[in-house]
């Protein structure tokens, strides 16, 4: 038998790719995108994410993705995308879009939108839940709601850590996160929220940022 290292496969776009629930540097097998090791959760479906923002980057990602990448049309005053992240290549299965401006009450808030199918425990990561999907907390009057292309899209508050808000819900046939910072930027959702799906249009103003601090899932 003859055990041969692995060229490094990293693509020029992405960089190292981390465990969607936490966070952290994954183990990708060489030949095997799909699936990666994470030293706490096991195998697991590795997050990618760009190092710099930028439409082509945006329209790399979403062209053969599965779930769509939402965005707010129009942006809040002052707002822009400071990241994107995604699971599963080719085609994402879990696409994360990252905000970041001025908070409603002052002070600076981030936003981060996530679409999954289930099972992909994206959401969870930033919603410090130890599940991959958002269980039981669907149940009941929904709290708040978004307008998801066109369509109404209930959204549920979630148990969450005290330095953010978390909201799930449906739209297309997989989960909607919205997970922001700090806890009062739900202040957002006061006044109802549009959002497009970059899959469909990504308009050539869509304003763009420094990469935001809670990019990535488990910070
Ligand atoms: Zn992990």
């Given at each position: 038998?003859?055990?041969?290292?692995?060229?490094?496969?990293?693509?020029?776009?992405?960089?190292?790719?981390?465990?969607?629930?936490?966070?952290?540097?994954?183990?990708?097998?060489?030949?095997?995108?799909?699936?990666?090791?994470?030293?706490?959760?096991?195998?697991?479906?590795?997050?990618?994410?760009?190092?710099?923002?930028?439409?082509?980057?945006?329209?790399?990602?979403?062209?053969?993705?599965?779930?769509?990448?939402?965005?707010?049309?129009?942006?809040?005053?002052?707002?822009?995308?400071?990241?994107?992240?995604?699971?599963?290549?080719?085609?994402?299965?879990?696409?994360?879009?990252?905000?970041?401006?001025?908070?409603?009450?002052?002070?600076?808030?981030?936003?981060?939108?996530?679409?999954?199918?289930?099972?992909?425990?994206?959401?969870?990561?930033?919603a410090g839940l130890?599940?991959?999907?958002p269980g039981?907390v669907?149940?009941?009057?929904?709290?708040?709601?978004?307008?998801?292309?066109?369509?109404?899209?209930?959204?549920w508050a979630v148990p969450t850590r005290e330095?953010r808000a978390a909201?799930v819900?449906?739209?297309?046939?997989?989960?909607?996160?919205?997970?922001?910072?700090?806890?009062?930027?739900?202040?957002?959702?006061?006044?109802?929220?549009?959002?497009?799906?970059?899959?469909?249009?990504?308009?050539?103003?869509?304003?763009?940022?420094?990469?935001?601090?809670?990019?990535?899932?488990?910070?």
């Open positions: 038998m003859t055990i041969r290292a692995a060229p490094e496969t990293v693509s020029p776009m992405s960089a190292s790719p981390v465990c969607p629930r936490c966070g952290e540097p994954l183990v990708v097998r060489h030949g095997s995108a799909a699936h990666a090791w994470c030293h706490l959760h096991g195998a697991v479906t590795p997050l990618h994410h760009t190092a710099l923002v930028a439409h082509d980057a945006i329209a790399a990602v979403t062209a053969d993705a599965r779930v769509p990448a939402w965005v707010p049309d129009p942006m809040p005053s002052g707002w822009a995308v400071t990241g994107l992240a995604w699971g599963g290549e080719p085609g994402a299965r879990a696409i994360v879009v990252d905000c970041a401006g001025p908070a409603p009450l002052g002070g600076a808030a981030e936003l981060v939108l996530v679409a999954e199918e289930p099972g992909t425990g994206v959401g969870c990561g930033y130890p599940g991959l999907d039981d669907i149940s009941g009057p929904s709290s708040v709601g978004v307008e998801a292309a066109g369509q109404h899209a209930p959204l330095d909201f819900g449906e739209a297309y046939g997989v989960w909607l996160w919205l997970v922001m910072w700090p806890m009062n930027a739900a202040w957002l959702l006061v006044e109802p929220l549009r959002l497009l799906d970059l899959r469909e249009r990504i308009y050539p103003d869509l304003p763009l940022g420094p990469v935001g601090e809670h990019l990535l899932p488990g910070r």
